[in-house]
């Protein structure tokens, strides 16, 4: 019997084992994972900002396996492709006879000083109800201090993440502002920008209605402001051509400014950037054919620009997807198929009840986006878990 290990029940990882249990064959599958359940980290802001619960988007991996999976509950230490062999935290290493890795994401600070110590990460379940209760600490702390900068949430980088948390942030505001004894409107939400122009992947009218609606939100944007270092309670940044570094404090500071693959990638090896590597086009490892990487520690190329895919939860499932197929084939002596990804669309919710975007060529935006918004979610938690964790987390109240 063959052994398939894959490594990691996120979005790739937990699509491949699902799409591999409903395939005949003489195979076994173990999946490991630091957690005993799977997050839907697209969705890690709303945890964040207070507006779900962790249960609302998690879910346990031992719901989704059938009797052709075992899980194991542990940290991958490294991994070694010559042997067929993973070195695990707390158990015995584990062989394989085909590999997916698919480990996922930790934060990027890019070495800038104090941004892992002073400014509150957002990668994981903890660390988002970390920066919850930092929130709720610190309005509650205004109440003796009067200072204005605990009223201060400040997000470093307005990309998706950054922006989609501000959004959350922007919901809860009066719950906040309830916290501190305030009125909403002294609660200030601040997003701090490098790039002068944000949303690089819509058009300007796009781009323009995503700000436009940031701005009625009363977030304020600062583009064009490098963040340079941060102290606690306080970011340095440049702005534009200046290089005289200027200082905004804030009682509540996240980083949002991008992400990297995992640095087992780089532990173990494997010749990366940022914890991605560059794969072939079937998404295999380019040296060894029984190891397929998938979802943020992947490299995809896109032929045409000749840079890879950017690290999304729609290309990663679908990569899942594809290895489930090419394993199938390779288990039956057959030839893998190269992947193809043609993005279906790219929709950002900023709050609740607004959102824009792409879906296939059209825009879209407001509360109809809005809606497709908790569509994609709802059809993300079918493909990986289910009917029972669509009921139990879905958003069926499609307006609100
Ligand atoms: P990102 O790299 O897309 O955005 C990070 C932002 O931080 C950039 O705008 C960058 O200019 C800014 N930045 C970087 N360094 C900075 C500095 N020193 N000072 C100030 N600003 C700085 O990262 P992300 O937002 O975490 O997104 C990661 C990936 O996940 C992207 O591909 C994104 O499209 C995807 N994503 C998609 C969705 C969605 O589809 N709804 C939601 C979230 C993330």
């Not at 509540?252 to 590597?277: A, D, K, L």
């Not at 009840?353 to 908790?374: E, L, N």
């Amino acid at each position: 019997m063959k052994e398939i290990l894959v490594l990691g029940a996120g979005y790739a990882g937990l699509k491949t084992v699902r799409n591999l249990q409903k395939q005949q064959g003489d195979f076994h599958i173990t999946l490991v994972d630091r957690n005993d359940f799977h997050y839907e980290a697209a969705e890690l802001h709303e945890v964040a900002a207070g507006s779900q619960p962790r249960t609302k988007i998690t879910f346990p991996i031992q719901e989704v396996l059938n009797d052709k999976t075992t899980f194991v509950q542990d940290e991958v230490v490294t991994i070694d492709r010559d042997a067929q062999k993973v070195t695990l935290r707390n158990h015995d290493a584990l062989h394989y006879d085909y590999l997916v890795i698919a480990l996922g994401f930790v934060s990027e600070t890019f070495g800038i000083p104090g941004a892992a110590e002073h400014a509150l990460q957002m990668v994981t379940i903890p660390t988002a109800e970390r920066i919850h209760e930092h929130i709720v600490e610190t309005m509650k702390h205004y109440r003796q201090s009067h200072d204005p900068n605990d009223l201060r949430l400040l997000v470093c980088g307005a990309g998706f993440t950054g922006i989609e948390l501000a959004g959350a942030l922007t919901d809860e505001r009066k719950k906040y502002a309830e916290l501190a004894g305030v009125a909403p409107e002294q609660i200030e939400i601040v997003c701090v920008e490098a790039a002068t122009r944000i949303l690089p992947m819509f058009d300007d009218e796009l781009a323009q209605y995503g700000l436009q609606l940031i701005e009625k939100l009363g977030i304020k944007l600062m583009t064009g402001c490098k963040i340079k270092g941060i102290n606690p309670g306080e970011v340095l940044y440049t702005a534009g051509d200046d290089e005289q570094p200027q200082t905004i404090k804030a009682g509540t500071i996240i980083w949002t400014t991008g992400v990297s693959g995992s640095p087992v990638m780089g532990e173990s090896g494997f010749s990366q950037r940022r914890g991605r590597v560059i794969v072939n086009d079937d998404l295999t490892d380019q040296e060894h054919k029984n190891v397929y990487i998938i979802g943020d520690v992947s490299a995809f190329m896109d032929k045409q620009s000749n840079r890879p895919y950017p690290t999304t939860a729609q290309i990663a499932s679908r990569m899942g997807a594809h290895v489930a197929k090419n394993l199938a084939h390779q288990l039956r002596g057959e030839a893998t198929e190269p992947f193809s990804f043609v993005s279906q669309g790219t929709v950002a919710s900023v709050g609740n009840t607004h959102a824009f975007g792409v879906v296939g060529k059209t825009k879209v935006k407001g509360y109809p986006a809005s809606a497709i918004k908790k569509m994609i979610r709802n059809k993300s938690l079918n493909d990986l878990g289910g009917l029972k964790e669509v009921l139990s987390l879905g958003c069926f109240d499609l307006y609100h």
